[in-house]
């Protein structure tokens, strides 16, 4: 009796949890059959083909394995937008998403076109972001990895917003015009200490260490940027970061030796302080 290769039988048997296969096997869906997620209910008696087959059986070893879901589907989804992402970048977390917010609740109390700068942008997550989500915002992000701006550009086009993102390689504000000021800095840097045990667990073992890690306490990069900052804002601008969960304190004294006023703690969703803030 031959094997049954149907979407029920494939998405029963795996030892994936069923909300990853059901990810991993939509996708296949989409690759080979165009078609939709809700293919998995409607059509769960289709039997794959030998080369759909192939590539389930190759992502969910992959998966099993340890890879991210985000690096095997090639995307992720990130405040109101899709990304293209790959193993050259951070894969963006929901926390972040607060920056996003600070930023576009900023952009609204201005009420006047706002120039803004992404510190380490990685996909591009934030400045696209943002520029997706308003047309009054010019939007400069720098990072590093040219890898990384291989695919924010890449993402940059593939949202329509290529008019109002100017992206530019450089450690962060060496990538910069000296004789441009920003209303808003925005930046996710590496915060996880070196001896993090959480950087050998679960999807941090496959992205880019030089997003995760500054490979010193983990503060060296928000230091950075916190302390040279002024001379690239515009008077009573704002500058958010954000930070590791156990971080807040050290931060916010950062921003006081810096110099900044008004300074604001944020919590994510999970009710962690996530987000410093402060204006020059």
């Not at 260490?209 to 002024?230: K, M, V």
Request: charged share 20%.
């Amino acid at each position: 009796m031959s094997e049954d290769l149907s979407l029920r039988n494939l998405l029963g048997a795996s030892t994936l949890a069923p909300s990853e296969a059901k990810i991993l096997m939509a996708h296949v869906l989409e690759i080979h059959y165009q078609l939709p997620r809700s293919a998995l209910l409607s059509r769960d008696d289709m039997l794959l083909n030998i080369e759909a087959l192939s590539d389930w059986k190759a992502l969910e070893a992959r998966r099993l394995h340890g890879e991210p879901i985000a690096y095997l589907v090639g995307k992720r989804g990130f405040h109101n937008i899709e990304l293209y992402v790959a193993p050259g970048v951070l894969i963006p977390r929901p926390e972040t998403e607060l920056l996003v917010e600070i930023g576009l609740r900023e952009i609204k109390r201005l009420n006047i076109p706002t120039r803004i700068l992404d510190l380490g942008t990685g996909s591009g997550a934030i400045a696209l972001a943002i520029a997706h989500a308003t047309s009054s915002a010019q939007i400069t992000a720098t990072d590093q990895s040219i890898e990384a701006l291989v695919i924010a550009q890449k993402n940059a086009e593939l949202l329509n917003v290529t008019s109002r993102v100017q992206f530019f390689q450089g450690s962060w504000y060496e990538a910069l015009d000296p004789d441009i000021s920003f209303d808003i800095i925005l930046s996710n840097p590496p915060y996880i200490a070196a001896q993090d045990l959480h950087l050998s667990q679960g999807d941090l073992r496959f992205e880019p260490s030089s997003a995760l890690t500054d490979h010193s306490s983990g503060l060296t990069c928000l230091e950075i940027i916190i302390s040279e900052a002024q001379p690239h804002l515009n008077q009573n601008g704002l500058l958010a970061v954000e930070h590791g969960f156990d971080q807040s304190e050290a931060v916010v004294a950062l921003m006081k030796s810096a110099g900044f006023s008004d300074i604001q703690t944020h919590r994510d969703l999970g009710g962690h302080y996530r987000v410093a803030s402060g204006r020059k």
